[in-house]
């Protein structure tokens, strides 16, 4: 079937793709978001596999590892790209809705290990510090906007209420 193949003989590499195409579409479905982006991604592996066959050696290893090769290095290749970037930035917010709720509703549920009791031990400007920075997420600037205070400061009372909070769980 390989000398087949380096012929040119379609019906081999037909064979070939009906053999190994959904091993190598699992392979690729682990690093792409769905199923339209790992069957394009199959594609453009057999594509490379078929214009770089004569590069396929016997002697080095297996076909099934070389193809295999091809594929993870096409998916990682594809999440890298321009395209797949482009394409999570375009996708609908329907599909989406729902785990926008869930985290959401997550980052006020805290509560569920006693955190809050802890944080009202600290000064009022500390717990606010904390509650924006780690379960709302904003980011250092953010806070420091938020509160019209200075970076510097930010950084500084987050490390406070942070030493505060560990005296605090001791």
Not at 4 to 31: E, P
Not at 128 to 151: C, D, R, W
Request: neutral net charge.
């Amino acid at each position: 079937m390989i000398h087949s193949i380096r012929q040119g003989d379609q019906q081999a590499f037909s064979y070939l793709y009906d053999k190994y195409s959904n091993a190598l579409l699992g392979v690729i479905n682990t690093y792409t978001e769905s199923q339209e982006e790992a069957e394009d991604v199959l594609q453009t592996c057999f594509v490379k596999i078929w214009n770089n066959f004569g590069q396929y050696s016997e002697d080095k290893g297996r076909l099934y590892t070389w193809m295999l090769n091809i594929a993870r290095n096409s998916a990682i290749d594809y999440t890298r790209s321009k395209g797949s970037k482009n394409n999570k930035k375009n996708q609908s917010i329907d599909g989406n809705m729902y785990e926008l709720n869930k985290n959401y509703n997550h980052s006020e549920n805290y509560d569920h290990i006693g955190l809050n009791t802890i944080l009202q031990k600290l000064k009022e400007e500390h717990q606010e510090i904390i509650k924006l920075a780690y379960f709302e997420g904003f980011t250092h600037e953010e806070v420091s906007k938020q509160l019209n205070m200075p970076l510097g400061t930010v950084k500084t009372k987050i490390r406070q209420a942070i030493l505060n909070l560990r005296e605090l769980i001791k």
